[in-house]
């Protein structure tokens, strides 16, 4: 009778397999080895299988000493088939098994095999399902000094200490469960072994825990702090790490922070994946960019998240693009195979609610037990997985709608997600999600950031990292800016749009065109209300008709011979030494205050009011608002105030360009009030009084 043998990868089918072959070849047996693709490889036309089945059974049939050994003995129900013949090769095969006229050794896994019962019982009778556990911990442990033994260096000594294997076996156990022991600990060893070989001309000699931990690091894509346990992890970095990708959601950041200590610690549950979240609010807040900041910072690149448009799934038919239509297509991307490609992976279901009600129950499958299996009967495993759903829902905010805080955000909020959270899924789906997290609208301080960072990226591009410039923004261009890249429906998925559009645009045509000067540039980029202009400006030429331009000399006062003033300077630049040192002087006065613990105190407690949970809808919320926003305007134009100083007093001078003189005295003037009016309390600088005229 045939057999079958029947086990979790890794269990050692294979090898018991190939024991077997030896001991009966060497009893004058003839040991044939075939799957299901070798006998489809060549065949194009209808008729050319079978013949080829014919042929076999002709060579290996009837009475001759001749065993059939078939790795993945499941694929042949499926073999062979197609839109003209629903016969596979199994089908084909099976009447000579059936009689003994072929002996078949198979392999499978447990279950493909029940899926192969169900379609098929008769091979209940006709075959010898022998099952295969794995190992125990000492026995696997002794068949790993079994294999250090043969691998001992020429020169002696101990290849694999004992501590060294018992750490081995702990780490195939929390990080490479897709196989079972002893296969997981005995291939994690030999590629350990292989790749020290492969990196020096002599024969390896004792392998140490460092040396499992590099392996293991190109396994998983995990980096080396957080596969070891005697290395710490910078929370505080790690943070740092999220904040200046994923801005104005904080509690999001805190949630993946914390998995990600658990992770490192070794406290996640082994029978399910490593988290997973449900990430609601409006679009265009972030809720994508923060998965693939956590598959860059887990596994190195932004690509290893993998992400599903749920809203493809609203049919029945769409499981097969999860758990595979069951074709014999190696192509076929359905999410079982990318998975068992790559089992540590961020899985990405955007607009999850969209999908259909089947697609949710089959995810509580993954959720509770972090497997799902195939249409074959392969099992995926998704424990190393962390599955982060996006959902809109109750978080819709109409287009047109105001954006910032205005009081048109009122249309959002948490309580109304939660709420429409609960009335779509079921209460047993919502309690195998871990963490339920409320993406907020971004406020327009984040907004300001998300620009600032965004304009910052676009400065490193190829065209402009090279250029002698340094680009200033006005505040009119980041407001046109603002206005342009963001919507209350879309958040800020139009703004790099609008900044190519707007900005880049304009920019590339007068870069093409060369119309530009030469050599070190200042670039002042403001907006007149329907368009961004650039205005280049040299800080090296001096100003025709200036006093310092024409004399070279520094003036002690200026031209009119009165002390030097703020409001003078705006009026009347003359582009002296005297000026330079008085605005510096002025600069290290604002950046004293402006740096002061009462001022960053202050802002800290506003930003800290955003985190509370009632905080979206009290009444006082756009004062808290507003004060952030404020006192976040002051320091981004502190900086501008900055880089223009540092190129005005970088070298050695006794004249300046009048224009950046005057530009410094006037972004200093607007910043020394507002500062004064942070301090005060009082946002309001002036109040208008619109009447009806008769």
């Known amino acids: 009778r045939s057999v079958v043998l029947v086990g979790e990868p890794g269990v050692g089918k294979t090898a018991i397999a190939r024991v077997l072959g030896k001991r009966l070849h060497d009893q004058g047996w003839t040991i044939f080895e075939a799957g299901a693709v070798d006998l489809l490889a060549g065949q194009i036309y209808i008729g050319q299988l079978e013949e080829r089945v014919q042929l076999l059974v002709r060579k290996i049939g009837g009475k001759r000493k001749v065993i059939w050994v078939v790795p993945n003995f499941h694929e042949l129900m499926w073999a062979g088939t197609h839109q003209h013949s629903p016969t596979a090769l199994l089908d084909m ?86 196989k079972a022991a002893p296969g997981n600990l005995l291939q994690f060893l030999d590629l350990t072994w292989k790749r020290l070989s492969s990196s020096s001309d002599l024969s390896p000699g004792t392998i140490t825990l460092d040396d499992l931990l590099l392996t293991l690091a190109q396994l998983t894509g995990l980096p ?3 596969l070891d346990e005697r290395e710490g992890l910078d929370l505080d970095s790690l943070r740092n790490f999220f904040h200046q990708r994923v801005l104005g959601q904080p509690e999001a ?22 988290g997973v979240f449900l990430f609601a609010g409006p679009t265009g807040t972030g809720k994508t960019e923060i998965a693939k900041t956590l598959a860059e910072f887990l596994f190195g690149s932004p690509q290893r998240m993998i992400r599903l448009d749920m809203s493809e799934f609203q049919s029945p038919e769409s499981l097969d693009r999860i758990i595979g239509e ?71 905010i109409p287009r047109g709608a105001s954006i910032g805080f205005t009081g048109d955000q009122n249309a959002f909020t948490a309580t109304t997600v939660t709420k429409s959270i609960i009335e779509t899924f079921r209460k047993e789906f919502i309690n195998r999600i871990d963490r339920i997290i409320i993406f907020h609208p971004l406020s327009r301080t984040v907004m300001r950031e998300v620009l600032r960072k965004e304009l ?57 065109n060369h119309q530009f000067p030469e050599g070190d540039q200042f670039l002042f980029v403001r907006s007149n209300g329907k368009a961004i202009e650039v205005e280049f400006i ?50 290290e006065q604002i950046r004293d205050h402006i740096t002061s613990e009462a001022w960053s105190e202050k802002k800290q407690q506003a930003l800290a009011q955003t985190s509370s949970a009632d905080f979206w809808e009290s009444p006082g919320r ?38 950046l003189i005057q530009r410094l005295a006037q972004q200093l003037y607007l910043i020394s009030a507002a500062a004064e009016g942070v301090a005060a309390d009082r946002l309001e600088d002036a109040f208008i009084l619109v009447e009806a005229g008769r």
């Not at 002794?142 to 290849?159: F, I, N, S, T």
Request: charged fraction near 20%.
């Open 622 to 659: 756009f004062h808290i608002l507003g004060m952030a926003e404020y006192m976040d305007r002051i320091e981004a134009g502190f900086a501008t105030a900055q880089r223009l100083l540092e190129r005005l007093v970088g070298s050695d001078r006794t004249q300046y360009s009048a224009t």
């Open 456 to 512: 910052s990226e676009v400065m490193q591009r190829r065209g402009l990292r090279n250029r002698t410039w340094a680009v200033e923004w006005h505040e009119s261009a980041i407001e046109f800016l603002l206005d342009k890249g963001f919507t209350a429906d879309l958040g800020a998925r139009p703004l790099k749009r609008a900044i190519e559009r707007y900005m880049l645009s304009p920019l590339a045509t007068t870069i093409v």
């Open 253 to 274: 950041v805190t949630c993946l922070v914390e998995r990600v200590a658990m992770i490192k610690s070794g406290l996640t549950d082994p029978t399910r994946p490593q």
């Open 326 to 396: 069951g074709s014999n297509n190696p192509k076929e991307q359905a999410l079982v195979n990318l998975i068992r490609k790559q089992p540590f992976s961020v899985v990405l279901l955007d607009e999850f609610e969209k999908s259909h009600p089947n697609v949710w129950d089959l995810f509580l499958q993954v959720f509770d037990d972090g497997r799902l299996t195939d249409r074959k009967g392969n099992t995926a495993d998704f424990r190393h997985c962390i599955i982060i759903m996006t959902s809109n829902l109750g978080a819709v």
């Open 224 to 226: 080396i702090s957080i």
């Open 93 to 178: 095969i099976f009447p000579y098994v059936e009689k003994g006229e072929i002996i078949l050794l198979g392999e499978t896994q447990p279950g493909a095999y029940e899926r192969l019962l169900q379609s098929m019982p008769r091979l209940h009778t006709s075959l010898n399902a022998v099952q295969i556990n794995p190992l125990p911990q000492a026995e696997t442990i002794a068949l790993a000094q079994r294999w250090a033994e043969r691998h001992r260096p020429p020169a002696g000594g101990d290849m694999l200490p004992e501590q060294t294997l018992q750490e081995a076996f702990q780490l195939t156990q929390q990080y490479l469960g897709d």
């Open 538 to 587: 040299d800080p090296d030429a001096p100003e025709p008709g200036s006093a310092a331009g024409e004399a070279g000399l520094a003036l002690p006062e200026n031209a009119a011979g009165q002390p030097l003033l703020l409001e003078t300077i705006i009026f009347e630049p003359q582009g002296s030494s005297a000026e330079a040192a008085f605005l510096n002087s002025h600069f």
